[in-house]
């Protein structure tokens, strides 16, 4: 008899909503998940899991062992952080947290991911293999993952296949997008700083005037995106800071320029990042300037793994009937840590719709008044179960 994953999720429904709330009232920024961590980590003891704590500083590793160690090894991830946002709801599950919010649903990921443990566990005995259960940190900062894999979350044993989920408020509830290739952006930071020779505001030619050069520098990065990169292939690059000056008689000696940029493919992020460079350099000794720069790549794409994404989406269609719409197209310039992980183990991330607009249930991620339907949270746990147990579970 094959196991109904839906059904058994849908019978822990209040179990789940009440603990993804209680994370909700209670969230805790980058680093800082003390209080989520510790739920984790007993909820997960409690289940039999062997248990580390501290991974990553704050992240969480559980092993569900099966019965017959003859089997895969498959790593399920969550993200435990929330935001530093003051949260502008209503609900009576609001943020207890002045300027601190689940504004991600990262809550749910956590309440989601503890849900599936259970369920998985509670057929222990028909398990083939294990399931390791990463509760990472530091998602929004990125960060958590590769503190994790330093401190050996890969290891002892190393997991075949990854599976992970976002709930995903630009789709409605009953709607998943098991998206093919790369399904979000790889994402990076940078710094310029522009150096040139202060002078007095109405003598220029006495000076280098930093922020002529840095405004030519803010539009030629502009033409990497338009001119150097490829029209089929995706990057933005953002100028989101230029701090210069004080008084306005007086050109400054130096200009900062900070920003973020997104690609859709590792080529791209190289090429990019070596055209930042090579385009802000010139600018700067065509303007008698000098420049410091710093790129730093945060996250690699998120790239799903076509195998994997084929056998989730066989599991998807079967197990979700009818009500369940499955897409394949979503993709967002946003980044996720998990990136990290599947660019060292291949699997599948994917979008579980959240959002229903007659609930008013529909701002975007990190909004101060974002929020899930949580009919959604059953119906991720049920289908990431199944996933899992796609592969583990004869
Ligand atoms: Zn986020
Ligand atoms: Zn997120």
Redesign the pocket.
């Known amino acids: 008899m094959s196991i109904d994953w839906m059904q058994s999720a849908q019978s822990l429904r209040e179990e789940l909503i009440a603990r993804r709330r209680d994370f909700h009232r209670h969230p805790e920024l980058a680093f800082e998940e003390i209080r989520t961590a510790g739920i984790v980590a007993g909820e997960l003891q409690n289940l039999g899991l062997e248990v580390q704590t501290g991974v990553g500083k704050t992240g969480v590793v559980g092993i569900l062992e099966g019965s017959d160690s003859n089997g895969p090894t498959v790593l399920v991830r969550c993200?435990m952080d929330a935001l530093p946002i003051n949260e502008q709801n209503a609900a009576e599950y609001v943020s207890t947290s002045a300027g601190k919010m689940h504004a991600?649903?990262?809550d749910g990921h956590t309440a989601i991911g503890l849900t599936v443990a259970k369920m998985l566990s509670q057929h222990k005995e028909k398990l083939h293999g294990r399931v390791k259960f990463v509760f990472q940190p530091a998602?929004?900062i990125a960060g958590g993952a590769k503190a994790m894999i330093n401190d050996g979350a890969l290891i002892n044993p190393a997991p075949e296949v990854s599976l992970g989920l976002?709930l995903w408020n630009d789709l409605p509830v009953g709607q998943v997008s098991i998206t093919e290739g790369s399904a979000m952006a790889g994402s990076g930071t940078f710094t310029i700083t522009i150096k040139g020779r202060g002078a007095h505001g109405a003598s220029p030619d006495q000076g280098r005037d930093p922020i002529v050069c840095g405004s030519q520098i803010v539009s030629a990065l502009q033409t990497i995106v338009s001119r150097n990169v490829s029209a089929l292939d995706t990057a933005v690059i953002s100028v989101t800071q230029f701090h210069s000056g004080s008084a306005f008689n007086v050109i400054p000696s130096e200009a900062t320029l900070n920003g973020t940029f997104r690609t859709y493919r590792p080529e791209v992020t190289q090429f990019v990042m070596k055209r930042m460079e090579e385009v802000a350099r010139g600018i700067a000794a065509a303007l008698d300037c000098s420049i410091d720069i710093s790129i730093e790549e945060l996250t690699p794409p998120l790239i799903n793994n076509d195998e994997s994404n084929r056998r989730v989406r066989d599991v998807f269609n079967k197990v979700g009937g009818d009500s369940l719409q499955l897409r394949n197209d979503v993709r967002t310039m946003g980044a996720?840590d998990m990136a990290v992980f599947l660019e060292k183990v291949p699997g599948t991330f994917f979008f579980v719709g959240s959002a229903n607009a007659e609930r008013n249930l529909n701002f975007p991620?990190h909004h101060p008044r974002f929020d899930i339907d949580e009919d959604s949270l059953p119906i991720g746990a049920g289908l990431l179960a199944a996933a899992v147990a796609d592969y583990v579970i004869k």
């Open positions: 993200d991600c649903g990262h998602e929004e976002h996720e991620h």
